[in-house]
């Protein structure tokens, strides 16, 4: 759809997807698509949500990508380039937000939402590793097609949103570093959801999945939907189905993680392309 590092007219974007074309978030209608276009380097990706005066609240374009992975919405980031000029970066997931004292348009100083994004290709080449190196048959059923994947997420989603609905509580959708925020007075749940078509004896967990759950484990709550039924086509799935099984004060034990791969930075090339 977009290749990163190319410059395209922003209204070109618009013309296609639609979308506002003004500010810096932009959802279009009829895609499930968020822009997020930005006046700095999106090297380090933090953005700073809209809201040109006052505090921030979470209502339009912040909201939208505060819940984008719930609401199954992929995020695109671009930075401005000449006046109707954008250059893109690439797809992003947002891992979570903050709260800063930043100043307004103004200059006054104001509550505002600092998203922490990622590049959303960094999970998908933990997930493409494991397909690899993960026997299907005993594991979360990795060599499925990306559809089909989407759909058995999105259905362990809704049945843990069912779940704790039923207990009392209120949902918010964040996706990253957890899928869950629930809350019933003062209580506060963080939920990892993990769905499954196998028995569920293994699934997959990122490492930012890992360090958060480990960092929060008074507060964590671990549901995996597994024996999930699959039907339809690759393309075009139809699931159902699944048991649940619950792990409350959750923290992964060490001894219970196996490695699938490793990230290595290669050594810098030297002009003739050898490396040093």
């Given at each position: 759809m977009f290749v990163p590092g190319q410059v395209y007219k922003r209204a070109a974007i618009h013309e296609e997807f639609g979308g506002q074309e003004r500010g810096g978030i932009s959802t279009p209608k009829a895609h499930p698509l968020i822009f997020i276009f930005t006046g700095h380097s999106g090297s380090q990706y933090g953005y700073?949500?809209?809201?040109?005066?006052?505090?921030?609240?979470?209502?339009?374009?912040?909201?939208?990508?505060?819940?984008?992975?719930?609401?199954?919405k992929e995020?695109?980031?671009?930075?401005?380039?000449?006046?109707?000029?954008?250059?893109?970066?690439?797809?992003?997931?947002?891992?979570?937000?903050?709260?800063?004292?930043?100043?307004?348009k103004s200059g006054k100083l104001r509550k505002?939402?600092?998203?922490?994004?990622?590049?959303?290709?960094?999970?998908?080449?933990i997930i493409e590793t494991a397909q690899l190196v993960i026997p299907t048959t005993t594991r979360q059923g990795f060599?499925?097609?990306?559809?089909?994947?989407?759909?058995?997420?999105?259905?362990?989603?809704?049945?843990?949103?069912?779940?704790?609905?039923?207990?009392?509580?209120?949902?918010?959708?964040?996706?990253?570093p957890y899928?869950?925020?629930?809350?019933?007075?003062?209580?506060?749940?963080?939920?990892?959801?993990?769905?499954?078509?196998?028995?569920?004896?293994q699934i997959l967990l990122t490492p930012n999945e890992v360090d958060f759950a480990r960092q929060n484990q008074n507060r964590m709550t671990l549901f995996v939907v597994h024996g999930i039924q699959v039907e339809g086509t690759a393309q075009n799935p139809s699931v159902s189905g699944g048991m649940v099984r619950i792990i409350q004060n959750w923290k992964p034990d060490e001894d219970a993680l196996v490695a699938v791969g490793y990230w290595y930075a290669l050594p810098a090339a030297t002009e003739n392309g050898s490396c040093n």
């Open positions: 700073e949500g809209e809201g040109q005066h006052g505090d921030m609240a979470f209502r339009a374009g912040n909201s939208a990508i505060r819940d984008h992975a719930g609401d199954g995020l695109h980031l671009f930075e401005q380039q000449r006046k109707s000029e954008v250059r893109y970066f690439g797809r992003m997931v947002c891992e979570g937000y903050e709260w800063q004292q930043l100043p307004d505002a939402i600092v998203f922490h994004l990622r590049p959303a290709d960094a999970e998908e080449t060599r499925i097609s990306p559809e089909i994947r989407k759909a058995i997420e999105n259905h362990a989603i809704e049945m843990a949103k069912s779940h704790f609905r039923a207990q009392g509580y209120k949902i918010n959708v964040l996706g990253k899928d869950l925020r629930c809350c019933r007075g003062k209580e506060i749940v963080f939920v990892e959801v993990k769905g499954t078509s196998t028995g569920g004896d």
